[in-house]
């Protein structure tokens, strides 16, 4: 009789992924600060908790490892209200999410944001403009 019942469970297993191989690809993009477009280095980049990076000088980051499908894409810098956006994932490639843009909690005035690059396919590193000072 046990064993019906774990037939009928799919054999206690909950986790679809679990006995096969994942898959996995990479996000790439920069954070900038809303009011002036100027790169934020430093801000502590993840999706969920298990896959983190900081962004570099120039505001740029890399997430590698991360598994297929929608993603939410949080950066988080103190001074600056979590931003979050949302990349599609797909096996063995690389989303440019292109501009994340933080405001800072002292609030003030927007701007509007820069062009968005477009993506070179092949590319593994984030290839926004420069932000002029």
């Known amino acids: ?10 054999g206690g297993c909950s986790n679809p992924n679990g006995g096969g191989v994942q898959q996995f690809g990479t ?11 100027r790169p ?16 570099d000088p120039q505001g740029a980051f890399r997430l590698i490892n991360i598994p ?8 988080n810098s103190p001074g600056f209200a979590v931003g979050t956006v949302r990349a599609k ?3 063995g490639q690389t989303a440019n999410i292109g501009y994340m843009r ?12 820069p062009p968005t690059p477009t993506p070179t396919p092949g590319s593994e590193t984030p290839t926004p403009a420069l932000t002029p000072r």
């Open 102 to 113: 933080i405001v800072p909690l002292t609030g003030g005035p927007t701007v509007p944001p």
């Open 40 to 55: 934020v280095g430093g801000v502590l980049v993840s999706v969920g908790s298990l896959y983190t990076t900081y962004t």
């Open 89 to 91: 994932v797909r096996d």
């Open 1 to 10: 009789m046990l064993l019906l019942g774990l037939g009928a469970n799919g």
């Open 68 to 75: 297929i499908g929608n993603q939410d894409v949080s950066a």
């Open 27 to 37: 996000i790439v993009g920069r954070v900038l600060d809303a009011t002036n477009n």
